[in-house]
């Protein structure tokens, strides 16, 4: 699936949907400390009572993203992101596919492994005539 982080120990269906699992390490990071520096601008705002509406919350957000020295969309990317999201389903429904084939494989080969040891020590039956 190309996914870097998912929550427990198997891949949901709802982990191949977040654009974050799909980052390294150092992509996290660099996320983490734009966000928390965002998150301290808005803080600030907050505490200085400045009100702004949503769009000027985008608009806000643009022009911090353009200081730091980070990509700005042109658009929401909407259309990209529901073909992005049919693209993963369709992907993950083969991936859930393969993995209960092997998880199954590997459950018949336990069962036979299992059985090996009574199978040891069963006597074949004589027949009497």
Known sequence: ????????????????????????RDEISELNR??????GFAEDRALRRKQLTMAAWVARTDRFLTFKERHVSGDAGRGSHERIETLVR??????????RSRERALSEDDDMEGLKPLAAIASPRKRFE
């Open 1 to 24: 699936m190309g996914l870097t982080n998912w929550k427990g120990a198997r891949v949901r269906k709802g982990d191949v949907t977040v654009a974050k699992n799909y980052l390294e």
């Open 90 to 99: 369709d992907r993950y429904a083969a991936f859930v596919a393969a993995r």
């Open 34 to 39: 734009v966000v928390t520096m965002f998150l």
